[in-house]
């Protein structure tokens, strides 16, 4: 029975992965698969070698806490590699550990999948040059990644970004302003201030003052917060009452706050290119630690954070970073795309060109085949 290694870090990883596994299985059934991820990829039955999804964090010097822990488990991925012989191996996101893992299965004689592999276009291609040298087969999410592989002669292929294949909400637009008493005739915002407790920590605030601002300047104007399964909905509704607010606090149903809104405040990361999906007007808010803030800006070689920005190569939304994170400056960010109707329309209409340049649906089947390929299953 062929076998394939799965190596994937923080819970998107993990839910990109499984979704993967899950068109392997689809195409060719008789799979078995070992690996290092979280629930969702041991739901579809790999034999997990460790759960990383818990250590999950952001920055540099955050990193470098759990570097003794992750040399132990680079070993355990070799030993594995050495007794398990999978006939591939997929390595999703989580680049700095994963380029080790891509060292690690050249020297055992492994081919290798990357499917979000390191961001190469934002750290410059020093990673490209390097994922290239361990003969890693590509497989390219954005325009601009395939691009600057494949000058670093990394064999690369486009599939396309499988965001279009997920953001699907649950219930209809009518279904879930029904359910959580929601005025059609009101301006909606949303609130999405992360998924990490780091995040929570930093962005909540000023996004809360952002929103009494707000709701000085309209009469009529609804506020949602979807809660992330990471975060505890106690720790927010504490935040929460030290504001003159009426916040609907949805336990999920992100997508579908994504698409009712007007407008979202929303933490830099993928939340902004769910929201791109749906052509939904945003405000993109960054903020970290000093230090990992100025080594990020040494390094990056980008004008823009936010991911639509970044794929369009112009600024299509606002976004705030840093001591730029106040209350203030979001409200008034906000207010004068709400006050403008063709501002709103702009903003739409570079989200929709943003949308065109993340290829077409299908990519995790597309990935599934190319990882099924790479490893001579089919």
């Known amino acids: 029975m062929p076998k394939i290694m799965v ?30 991820g979280g629930r969702r990829m041991k739901l579809e039955g790999v034999e997990l ?8 964090t952001i920055g540099f010097i955050e990193a470098i806490k759990h570097l003794r822990l992750a040399y132990k488990i680079l070993n355990k991925l070799d030993k594995a590699m050495k007794e398990e012989k999978p006939d591939v191996i997929l390595l999703v996101d989580y680049s700095g550990f994963n380029m080790k893992v891509a060292k690690i299965a050249q020297k055992n004689g492994i081919p290798a999948v990357n499917y979000f592999a390191p961001s190469a276009w934002v750290w410059g ?3 490209a040059k390097k994922m290239a040298k361990c003969q ?6 954005f325009p601009m990644e395939e691009k600057v592989y494949r ?3 990394a064999d690369v292929e486009f599939v396309g970004h499988p965001i279009l294949d997920l953001v699907e909400p649950e219930l209809s637009r009518d279904e879930f302003q029904k359910s959580y008493n929601i005025n059609s005739n009101n301006k909606v915002i949303g609130l999405l201030p992360g998924s990490r407790q780091q995040e929570i920590e930093g962005l909540l605030t000023p996004m809360l003052e952002a929103a009494e601002e707000i709701k000085n300047s309209y009469e009529n104007i609804q506020f949602i917060l979807p809660l992330a399964d990471s975060i505890s909905k106690e720790n927010i509704e504490e935040r929460v009452r030290g504001y003159n607010l009426d916040i609907k606090l949805v336990a999920g149903h992100s997508y579908e706050v994504m698409e009712v809104a007007d407008l979202l405040l929303v933490a830099s990361g993928t939340a902004t290119l769910e929201a791109t999906c749906f052509q939904t007007p945003m405000v993109i808010v960054y903020k970290t ?20 920005n970044i794929i ?5 939304v606002p976004e705030l970073l840093q001591g730029e994170v106040t209350g203030q400056r979001i409200a008034k960010e906000a207010i004068a795309i709400l006050n403008s109707k063709e501002r709103t329309e702009e903003i739409k209409a570079g989200l929709k060109e943003v949308i065109i340049k993340l290829g077409e649906s299908g990519a995790t089947t597309r990935v599934a085949k190319l990882v099924l390929s790479t490893g001579g299953i089919i």
């Open 7 to 36: 190596v994937a870090g923080e819970v998107s990883g993990d839910m990109y992965a499984a979704k993967v596994i899950k068109e392997m299985k689809k195409i060719y059934p008789d799979l078995e698969f070992i690996g290092m």
């Open 151 to 153: 000058e670093a002669g």
């Open 49 to 56: 070698i460790y759960d990383p999804t818990k250590l999950s």
């Open 289 to 308: 630690t000093k230090t990992t803030y100025w080594l990020g800006k040494m390094l990056v070689k980008l004008p823009y954070i936010g991911l639509p």
């Open 312 to 316: 369009a190569e112009k600024e299509i």
């Open 125 to 127: 291609k020093g990673r």
């Open 136 to 141: 890693v087969k590509i497989a390219s999410v």
